[in-house]
């Protein structure tokens, strides 16, 4: 059974920084492309950053620069580091793991940044 449990998330002020975690469970996970996503209340979800099995990255144009997404295989874990947060980065922040037909979510977890 595949497992994504994201951890980190929480209240911060703006300015502050968050770092994001989501360990895997149940799949061969330095094969598997992760990513991070987001969704805002009233809005779609978004793509924020993924890494690719080879470690290549791309960010949203709105988090470049501040936010930065890494990897450690062995620990079967995604991280997310968030600095330099704004109030508009509020939202769920989603742990998504893909790889050819295969794409798995996993709860969520809650980023507030007041203002």
């Known amino acids: 059974q595949v497992q994504l449990v994201e951890s980190g998330g929480g209240l911060v002020q703006a300015g502050g920084s968050l770092r994001l975690s989501c360990a895997a469970s149940?799949?061969?996970?330095?094969?598997?492309?992760m990513g991070w996503y987001r969704q805002a209340p009233g809005k779609q979800r978004e793509l924020v950053a993924q890494?690719?099995?080879?470690?290549?990255?791309n960010y949203a144009d709105s988090v470049k620069g501040r936010f930065t997404i890494s990897r450690d295989n062995a620990k079967n874990t995604v991280y997310l580091q968030m600095n330099s947060l704004k109030p508009e980065d509020t939202a769920v922040y989603y742990c998504?793991?893909?790889?050819?037909?295969?794409?798995?979510w996993g709860q969520g977890t809650q980023v507030t940044v007041s203002s």
């Open positions: 890494i690719t099995g080879g470690d290549s990255t």
């Open positions: 998504n793991a893909r790889l050819l037909n295969a794409n798995y």
């Open positions: 149940g799949i061969t996970f330095r094969f598997f492309h």
